[in-house]
């Protein structure tokens, strides 16, 4: 499987959601503390091999634990540090981890599948082009904040549970890595 008629090279920017991509979801709670913090199979070296791929790199992540006060921003900094560590460890990088802490009822622009965090991550790096970037995520939000975005979007689990429609999907997020290569 192969992303349609496109090669992707160091002008692209990979957009990553943290909780069921990266690392295990906590069903009904929110990873606090880094001991909470663990990768899913194969994503250190996954993360590695599209560093050698894409230009850029970043995590965007709705964090409403912290707005609803079961973490702080201290808390989602220490599990953020941790994860880039061993990120970098594995030869991998992430060259932002951007999150919204607004709680989903406050229709934040900057939560998924609003597009501000897609916003802050092109301020940060005015070189970014939507349309040369892909958003993989796990949920319709994910998939809805690509699309507001005008990025080509991958789901990580199952189609059948869809109800945003991605343009690719993958099992898991080292099984995308044959949609970006050559």
């Given amino acids: 499987m192969k992303l349609d008629n496109q090669t992707i090279d160091k002008t692209w920017t990979l957009f990553l959601d943290r909780d069921g991509v990266i690392n295990e979801r906590i069903v009904g709670s929110y990873v606090k503390h880094t ?13 590695a091999g599209f ?15 912290i707005g609803k006060g079961y973490m702080t921003e201290c808390n ?44 802050q991550a092109k301020e940060l790096f005015p070189e970014i082009d939507f349309a040369k970037s892909i958003m993989v995520g796990d949920s319709d939000s994910d ?31 080292a099984d995308c890595i044959k949609l970006f290569k050559l």
């Fill in 35 to 47: 001991e909470e913090f663990i990768f899913l199979p194969g994503v250190p070296d996954t993360i």
């Fill in 76 to 119: 989602l900094s220490e599990v953020h540090d941790y994860m880039r560590k061993q990120i970098e460890s594995a030869g991998g990088k992430f060259d932002a981890i951007l999150h919204a802490p607004q709680l989903a009822v406050e229709n934040s622009s900057f939560r998924k599948p609003e597009p501000g965090m897609g916003l």
């Fill in 51 to 65: 560093s050698q791929i894409f230009g850029r790199i970043i995590v965007v992540t709705n964090q409403q634990g």
């Fill in 143 to 173: 998939i809805a904040f690509g699309k507001n975005l005008g990025m080509i979007t991958v789901r990580i689990g199952k189609e059948k549970d869809a109800i945003e429609k991605s343009d690719y999907y993958c099992d898991k997020l």
